[in-house]
Each structure stands twice: as C-alpha cells, then as structure tokens.
C-alpha cells in the first residue's frame, strides 16, 4: 500500500514538475517595430508563422521568405487580418538552391533599403539532396542560411543596431561534424531512415550554433549582434515526412510534452528584441535565457573550419 502512495506521489509530483518545465517563459520586451524591416525564413506555418505574427503586430515590415507563393500568401493573409499590419509581403525563397539564395538576396537588396533583424528559422527533417548536390537537411538548414547572412551582411550592418537569429535546437547536443564525410557525401552523414534523418538533424543544429558563434567573431566591430536558439519541444508540421513507426512512437510525447506554436516564437522573439542582450552575441538561448553549451558546440577551430568550408560550399572562396 505504501510502494503504491509513493509511486502514484512520484507520478503526479512528476506530471507537475513536467507541466511545469513544458510551461514556456514568454518574451517581455515591449519593443515596436516602425519603420523596422524583419525577414523571417520558413514562416508560412509552424514556429516562423507565430513569430511572424508577432513582429507584424509590433509594427514591422515582414518579409516573408518561403518557397511556395501558394502557402505564404495564405500565412501573410491570416497575419495581415490578425494584425492589421499590411507591410507583411511575400518574397521566394528556396533553401535547397543556393541559386534561389543568391536571387532572393539580390531582389531584396535592390528592393528594400533597409534590414533590421534576420531570422532564419526555416528547417526540416526530410532526406534528399538540394538542387547543389547537398544533403537536403545539410543545404537547408545550414548551407542555404549560412549564404542568406553572408548576401545580407552588409546591409545588416548599415542599418545597425541589428541581429541575426538562428533557430537551432536542443538536438544539437547528439550532433557532431564529420568533415570527412562532407567532403566526400557533401552531407554531414550517409543513410536515409528515420534514425539517420534524426542524427543528421541534430549535425545541423550543432552546424547553426557554431555558425552563430563564429559570426558574433566577425560582428566583433560592428552593431550587429546574433544568437542562436532552442524554441521548445512544439507542435509543427516539422515530423509530416516521419515514418509510420517515428510518427507512432513520437505520438505520445508530443500530444503530452510539446506545446503550441505561440509558445515556440517566445525564445526567438526574445533574441530578436530583447534589450540589453547584446553582450551576450553569438550565445545560445533557450527558454528566454541565455544557455551553458557544451565545449564542442563553442570550439572556435571547428566553428571556423565550418564556416571555410561553408564558403568553399557556396563557390565563394
Ligand atoms: N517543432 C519543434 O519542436 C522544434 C524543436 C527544435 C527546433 N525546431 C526548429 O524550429 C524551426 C521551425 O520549425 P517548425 O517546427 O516551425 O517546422 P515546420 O512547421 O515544418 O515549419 C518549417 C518551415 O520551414 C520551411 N522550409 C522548409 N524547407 C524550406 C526550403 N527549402 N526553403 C525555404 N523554406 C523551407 C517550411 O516551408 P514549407 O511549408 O514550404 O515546407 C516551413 O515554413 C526549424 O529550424 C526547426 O529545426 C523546432
Ligand atoms: C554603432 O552604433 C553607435 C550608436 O548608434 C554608433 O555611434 C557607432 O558609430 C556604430 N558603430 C559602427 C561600427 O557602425
């Protein structure tokens, strides 16, 4: 009987403390955005869309980066009614060509004076390779981004004080960065189920930490500031390529432990606005808070051979 009251204490002490953790802290700046221009990448649904939103309603010019003109046109319709901001315009943007990267800089730059802060929080889980030969988690996640930031630096500069936030994960701490198998594969691993998938997720999530770490170093005399993030275990459609026994067995976490995707903006609006963070450039946040990261998450050697190889990946050295 005793076992039994301790198990069941155990369990409802348990379900709070996880009701608890999962409960996320909410962005406390009370910035506005007049006259400010955002890009948000991936922000035709899931964590970008909410984040969009937000940025919309603090009266910023939206840029949104998306793929398909289809979606996004639906996205930007629901935030201009939401928010009763007009400024919310679509521009293409395809991650998985570094061709569509480069017109999508160009036609921004020769468009829009002004960059105020740069999200990049499109992401996937998918297999495949991008229109360059790349590893298609790799090239969107990492690549596509990485020659985003660089095409734009400049203007982010000019316009400073400005940021650039990268939406990371959690799962970077499984990652690591095979040097070897990118020069050969150009992926960061080989292998297309659901688990290799997942590994190679969590080698470019570590890929977008170290990208932050290495750029707040190239920011060092500048007004720009950038960081990197966690947003929380959220409910998105980023798992609708899963398989049948990924999606099964992942089922009962999110339904009991994810959480909506207005929480998930909360950490990147938080980067984004937040005042006084500067100082903390090229750090890792989650739950509105800076974060401790692990040593090879912050090796200067691995972030800055990451970066060469990423020019050379990109045909810019
Ligand atoms: N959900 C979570 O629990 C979680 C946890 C940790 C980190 N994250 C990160 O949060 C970010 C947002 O993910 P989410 O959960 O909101 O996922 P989502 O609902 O699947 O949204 C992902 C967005 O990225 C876009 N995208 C994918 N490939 C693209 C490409 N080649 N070019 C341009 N855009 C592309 C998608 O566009 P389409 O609609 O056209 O595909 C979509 O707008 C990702 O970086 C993800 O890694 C999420
Ligand atoms: C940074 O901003 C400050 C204040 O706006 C300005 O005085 C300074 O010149 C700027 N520095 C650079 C490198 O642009």
């Known amino acids: 009987?005793?076992?039994?009251l301790v198990v069941v204490a155990g369990l409802v002490a348990g379900y709070g403390l996880l009701k608890w953790y999962i409960k996320l802290p909410r962005c406390k700046s009370a910035a506005t955005l007049h006259g400010k221009t955002v890009i948000v990448t991936g922000s035709n649904t899931g964590i970008g869309k909410t984040t969009a939103m937000d940025l919309?309603?603090?009266?910023?010019?939206?840029?949104?980066?998306?793929?398909?003109?289809?979606?996004?046109e639906a996205a930007i319709c629901d935030i201009k009614k939401e928010t009763g901001n007009n400024e919310v315009v679509f521009m293409e943007l395809d991650l998985a060509s570094l061709q569509s990267v480069r017109c999508f800089a160009e036609n921004f730059l020769?468009?829009?004076?002004?960059?105020?802060?740069?999200?990049?929080?499109?992401?996937?889980?998918?297999?495949?390779?991008?229109?360059?030969?790349?590893?298609?988690?790799?090239?969107v996640n990492h690549l596509g981004h990485f020659l985003l930031t660089v095409l734009l630096l400049d203007r982010l500069k000019?316009?400073?004080?400005?940021?650039?936030?990268?939406?990371?994960?959690?799962?970077?701490?499984?990652?690591?960065i095979d040097f070897n198998c990118l020069s050969t594969h150009k992926d960061l691993a080989v292998g297309e189920t659901d688990w290799a998938l997942f590994q190679k997720y969590c080698h470019s999530k570590l890929c977008n930490v170290l990208f932050t770490h290495e750029l707040a170093?190239?920011?060092d005399d500048t007004n720009v500031t950038c960081y990197s993030l966690h947003p929380g275990g959220i409910k998105t459609e980023i798992g609708?390529?899963?398989?049948?026994?990924?999606?099964t067995m992942l089922a009962p976490i999110i339904a009991l432990c994810f959480v909506d995707a207005e929480s998930g903006a909360q950490t990147t609006l938080h980067c984004a606005l937040q005042e006084g963070i500067e100082s903390l450039s090229g750090r890792y946040f989650s739950c509105c808070a800076v974060e401790e990261l692990d040593a090879k998450a912050k090796d200067?050697?691995?972030?800055?051979?990451?970066?060469?190889?990423?020019?050379?990946?990109?045909g810019m050295s």
């Open 217 to 219: 170093k190239r920011l």
């Open 158 to 176: 000019e316009c400073g004080p400005s940021r650039v936030v990268t939406v990371s994960s959690k799962g970077h701490v499984h990652g690591k």
């Open 56 to 72: 919309a309603r603090r009266g910023a010019r939206v840029i949104m980066a998306c793929r398909d003109r289809h979606r996004a």
């Open 1 to 4: 009987m005793f076992t039994l």
């Open 110 to 139: 020769k468009s829009e004076p002004r960059l105020d802060i740069l999200i990049n929080n499109a992401g996937l889980v998918n297999g495949g390779k991008t229109k360059d030969g790349m590893g298609m988690i790799f090239g």
């Open 240 to 247: 609708r390529h899963a398989g049948f026994w990924a999606r």
């Open 300 to 314: 200067d050697a691995v972030a800055k051979k990451l970066w060469e190889v990423s020019e050379t990946l990109c």
